[in-house]
């Protein structure tokens, strides 16, 4: 078995199955939940959990995505042929700039990405939602799209200064929003005023999903 004595490795190093049995063998000290075992069972079965965005997780997701991408770049597997990276999503938002780094590496993927809400996608998570390659929803799954808060308290000149580059951010969401959904302009524009609820129903009407789960995925 082989026995990884730092993270500093190269991919290129490990057959999957060594390196599945390294990871077991140095972190079995640490797993003393349930959540936890959920946690090692999907980093080697290409499952992700975004739960609230906070700093850092988009990064976590990104290097996920990055992992597997290599491993069938290296195998030199079809793109038709890959095993899907699944994202299970229940999320209230969180953080904007992590929900970016998810957004790009969702969409710079060669591996099919699955994003599957089970139950919540508000905010910076239904625009992580929505990038996913086939998007799925749970039958009772809710969704909440609307342009945030800042939360910026600086003084005048700082927060004008903040402001415009804050509208430029909300104007890539909207950009991020008319291509992944079918949502139009026009719609964009009647709704973006109060904060948008929609049901896995709505959201299958509006293209946020692609398909309402009627099995464990």
Known sequence: MAKI???????????????????????????????????????VNREVYVG?????????????????????DKRNIPIEDRKPIKI??????????????????????KTPIWTICT???????????IAGHKRIAYNHAS???????????ADAGKFRNF?????????????????????TPEEYKEHIKDDWWMTADEALKYGVCDEIAQELI
């Open 163 to 183: 402001a415009e580059f804050y509208q430029k951010e909300l104007d890539q969401l909207k950009e991020i929003t008319l291509k992944y959904t079918k949502i």
């Open 88 to 109: 299970y999503i229940d999320s209230n938002g969180g953080n904007l700039n992590d929900t970016f780094t998810m957004i790009d590496a969702i969409s710079m993927s």
């Open 5 to 43: 004595e730092n993270t500093d490795y190269n991919i290129q190093e490990f057959d999957l199955d060594d390196l599945v049995d390294a990871l077991a063998e140095n972190v079995k000290d640490d797993i003393k939940t349930f959540e936890d075992v959920i946690n090692l069972d999907g980093a």
């Open 143 to 153: 969704f909440l799209y609307h342009e945030g808060s800042t939360g910026n308290a």
């Open 119 to 129: 139950g919540a996608a508000y905010s910076g998570g239904f625009f992580t939602f």
């Open 52 to 72: 609230d965005i906070c700093s850092g997780l988009g990064q976590t997701v990104e290097g996920y995505i990055r992992f597997w991408n290599k491993y069938d």
